[in-house]
């Protein structure tokens, strides 16, 4: 008797469900159309605030977790022990057919290792890109994963020529595109404003969203209220929007005065965070997915980092890196506000079909008409 295939797709933290909605979405179609593939949707509870996860899954519809680990807060050595030991206990006493892990947080690496580990082989959405950055855990988190991955679903050329130099047979990659720009153009026209943008009185194209949560950004106060003074000051006084993420949060509280422009906020849900993104001016941020979202919607995007894993959001996009440094900061928004900032274009298969590509892959793979492996 063929068992039917059963597929962990595993969901950790803020960054991992809009990328994780648009695979269960095209799961649930095959299944609707008679493919055997069964999931089981794993959050490791990472993050459990409902700002940082709950909000999400209400509004991308993503059905509850059939199992949550609720490993919490964590240094990254208790995150991942945690995972592991939870997630292999869970495979012990009840096995899949395939651990799919997406992106690069602790939750990916931890329950790509515990699977692999048990021989249940891994596949890795988002596999192959690298900042070659190592003070940054996500950076640790891809290379490890991709290490022991089986098959790569990939978002760029980029990523599938740097698993080919590590040595990655070339059946093994799909390159499929972006599940997170799936979510972005399944949701583009369900955007809101958030309930602060009329007593804010913000305006279209004049201000600003600020995303910082990085360590090196964010961890120590002097050079962290340093970044925001040159941030206000770039910006003209335009009011600055600044979601702030629990992280930042602990730093913030240690800065005597901020500027006046800047608009503290909780994080936002999707749908909010979105429309603002798509009306501000411009983002500042330090976030990899962000530079994804605003290349789609045409929004400059200046990076507060000195490398980037997604090099198609700069050689093809709307982002440009601008480093750490706070006085590389007023020069590229002067030219931000002169009107010389770059147009950008969308990169290949970032069409919103990238979940369904994914799906039929799976099944190739996994059912028994299919390819085994
Ligand atoms: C994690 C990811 C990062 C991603 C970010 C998005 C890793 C290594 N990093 O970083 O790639 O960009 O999420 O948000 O996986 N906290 C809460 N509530 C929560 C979750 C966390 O208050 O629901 C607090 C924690 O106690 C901790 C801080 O936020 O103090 C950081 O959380 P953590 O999950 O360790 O990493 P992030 O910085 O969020």
């Given at each position: 008797?063929?068992?039917?295939?059963?597929?962990?797709?595993?969901?950790?933290?803020?960054?991992?469900?809009?990328?994780?909605?648009?695979?269960?979405?095209?799961?649930?179609?095959?299944?609707?159309?008679g493919?055997?593939?069964?999931y089981?949707?794993?959050?490791?509870?990472?993050?459990?605030?409902?700002?940082?996860?709950?909000?999400?899954?209400?509004?991308?519809?993503?059905?509850?977790?059939?199992?949550?680990?609720?490993?919490?807060?964590?240094?990254?050595?208790?995150?991942?022990?945690?995972?592991?030991?939870?997630?292999?206990?869970l495979?012990?006493?009840?096995?899949?057919?395939?651990?799919?892990?997406?992106?690069?947080?602790t939750?990916?690496?931890a329950?790509?290792?515990?699977?692999?580990?048990?021989?249940?082989?891994?596949?890795?959405?988002?596999?192959?890109?690298?900042?070659?950055?190592?003070?940054?855990?996500?950076?640790?988190?891809?290379?490890?994963?991709?290490?022991?991955?089986?098959?790569?679903?990939?978002?760029?050329?980029?990523?599938?020529?740097?698993?080919?130099?590590?040595?990655?047979?070339?059946?093994?990659?799909?390159?499929?595109?972006?599940?997170?720009?799936?979510?972005?153009?399944?949701?583009?026209?369900r955007?809101?404003?958030?309930?602060?943008?009329?007593?804010?009185?913000?305006?279209e194209g004049?201000?600003?969203?600020?995303?910082?949560?990085?360590?090196?950004?964010?961890d120590?106060?002097?050079?962290?209220?340093?970044?925001?003074?040159?941030?206000?000051?770039?910006?003209?006084?335009?009011?600055?929007?600044?979601?702030?993420?629990?992280?930042?949060?602990?730093?913030?509280?240690?800065?005597?005065?901020?500027?006046a422009?800047?608009r503290?906020?909780?994080?936002?849900?999707?749908?909010?965070?979105?429309?603002?993104?798509?009306?501000?001016?411009?983002?500042?941020?330090?976030?990899?997915?962000?530079?994804?979202?605003?290349?789609?919607?045409?929004?400059?995007?200046?990076?507060?980092?000195?490398?980037?894993?997604?090099?198609?959001?700069?050689?093809?996009?709307?982002?440009?890196?601008?480093?750490?440094?706070?006085?590389?900061?007023?020069?590229?928004?002067?030219?931000?506000?002169?009107?010389?900032?770059k147009?950008?274009?969308?990169?290949?298969?970032?069409?919103?079909?990238?979940?369904?590509?994914?799906?039929?892959?799976?099944?190739?793979?996994?059912?028994?008409?299919?390819?085994?492996?």
């Amino acid at each position: 008797m063929n068992i039917p295939p059963l597929i962990d797709i595993i969901a950790g933290a803020r960054p991992n469900f809009m990328k994780i909605a648009p695979i269960i979405r095209a799961m649930q179609a095959a299944q609707q159309r008679g493919s055997t593939l069964r999931y089981r949707l794993i959050h490791t509870g990472q993050h459990y605030d409902a700002r940082m996860s709950g909000d999400f899954f209400t509004q991308l519809g993503i059905p509850a977790p059939d199992i949550n680990l609720e490993v919490g807060s964590g240094t990254q050595a208790e995150q991942t022990a945690t995972i592991m030991t939870r997630y292999e206990k869970l495979l012990l006493d009840s096995a899949s057919s395939l651990c799919l892990v997406v992106g690069d947080v602790t939750s990916t690496m931890a329950c790509a290792i515990a699977a692999q580990k048990l021989c249940i082989p891994v596949a890795h959405v988002e596999a192959g890109i690298r900042s070659g950055d190592w003070s940054m855990p996500e950076e640790i988190n891809r290379m490890v994963t991709d290490a022991i991955t089986n098959w790569f679903f990939t978002t760029s050329r980029v990523a599938n020529q740097n698993l080919r130099h590590a040595g990655v047979a070339e059946e093994r990659i799909f390159f499929v595109g972006n599940t997170m720009i799936d979510t972005l153009l399944a949701n583009i026209d369900r955007l809101q404003p958030p309930p602060f943008w009329n007593e804010q009185a913000l305006v279209e194209g004049n201000f600003f969203v600020l995303t910082l949560h990085r360590p090196a950004n964010v961890d120590t106060s002097g050079d962290f209220a340093r970044l925001l003074t040159a941030v206000a000051e770039g910006t003209r006084g335009l009011p600055i929007v600044f979601p702030v993420h629990p992280r930042t949060a602990k730093t913030l509280q240690a800065i005597a005065t901020l500027p006046a422009s800047l608009r503290l906020v909780d994080p936002q849900p999707y749908l909010e965070f979105n429309y603002l993104v798509k009306h501000a001016k411009a983002v500042i941020t330090d976030s990899g997915g962000v530079t994804e979202e605003t290349t789609v919607m045409g929004v400059p995007c200046l990076t507060l980092r000195n490398s980037t894993e997604r090099p198609e959001t700069v050689s093809e996009g709307t982002n440009e890196l601008i480093g750490t440094d706070p006085a590389k900061l007023k020069p590229a928004l002067d030219r931000l506000f002169a009107g010389e900032w770059k147009k950008g274009s969308i990169p290949e298969k970032w069409d919103g079909q990238t979940g369904a590509r994914i799906v039929a892959a799976l099944e190739r793979l996994l059912t028994p008409a299919g390819q085994t492996n």
